[in-house]
């Protein structure tokens, strides 16, 4: 049977082995998928070993997704942009392959909840590896521009200096006035109960304000996004779900559909 995993550190937390067993109930695949702790400074022996016992391919979550990187023999384009890679597999001839599916994760979920995004101005909040994973697509996708800010104006900087003009990067403080209807929180505020200092003026042209974190109730940011008159909120469930399909289909050649998944994860979360 072939084996697939998902690395961290920690990993207790991680949905993806429910997940993936469901994709592949629901895809009629024979496959086994376990979560494996991977020392902080030994993932790539961790990997090896893991590969040398049978393992085909691999999700790769926190703090190793930069080390995955530098792990793959070849790296697909949106892996190459993004700087990490949460997605690892053996290709025919036994190289070992990098991908991100981030960021087509995303831009999934956001096509599911019915966002146009050609020509969507975005505000996208935080200049971590969530960010860059995203821009690729969300450019692909047809967004018109996206302003990505950040408390630490210098990485926003950096990130931004890896695409075109398309993409600007300024301060909490300094976000341009613009009629954004998107607003991405990429932070990870929410997993402390907070959320970027950011003016409320922004939030005027809003129509989805959308987290990248997910739990049993609403984020800090999106209760304060609906008390500030934005019509609709999201969490990342869904991202954490297309990404998931996205290398299920990498790895398998299907394509499993996520609805009635989401709708058993959500059951979880409140459990």
Not at 142 to 171: E, M, P, T
Not at 186 to 202: E, K, N, V
Not at 218 to 244: C, E, H, I, N, Y
Request: proline share 3%.
């Amino acid at each position: 049977m072939d084996r697939y995993a998902v690395f961290g550190n920690p990993i207790g937390q991680s949905k993806s082995p429910f997940i993936h067993s469901q994709f592949a109930v629901q895809c009629a695949q024979q496959m086994q998928y376990d979560a494996i702790l991977a020392p902080v400074d030994g993932f790539a022996d961790c990997w090896h070993n893991f590969v040398a016992s049978g393992g085909k391919g691999a999700n790769v979550t926190m703090p190793f997704k930069e080390q995955a990187y530098q792990l793959a023999e070849t790296l697909s384009a949106r892996a190459q942009l993004a700087g990490a890679v949460n997605t690892l597999y053996i290709d025919s001839t036994g190289k070992v392959c990098g991908d991100n599916t981030d960021g087509v994760g995303l831009v999934a979920d956001l096509i599911r909840l019915g966002v146009n995004l050609a020509g969507c101005e975005v505000l996208l909040l935080g200049a971590g590896g969530a960010s860059r994973g995203v821009i690729g697509p969300l450019l692909e996708a047809g967004v018109s521009q996206i302003v990505l800010a950040n408390r630490s104006i210098d990485k926003a900087q950096a990130i931004a200096a890896n695409f075109d003009r398309r993409v600007l990067a300024c301060g909490l403080t300094d976000i341009p006035q613009q009629a954004y209807l998107l607003i991405i929180n990429a932070t990870s505020s929410g997993l402390t109960g907070g959320r970027p200092d950011i003016s409320a003026q922004h939030l005027k042209h809003c129509q989805l304000a959308y987290d990248m974190v997910y739990g049993a109730q609403p984020t800090t940011f999106m209760s304060w996004a609906k008390q500030q008159g934005v019509a609709r909120q999201a969490d990342g469930l869904g991202m954490l779900l297309s990404q998931a399909a996205a290398a299920f289909t990498i790895w398998r050649g299907v394509t499993p559909d996520i609805a009635t998944v989401m709708t058993a994860l959500r059951l979880q979360l409140t459990e």
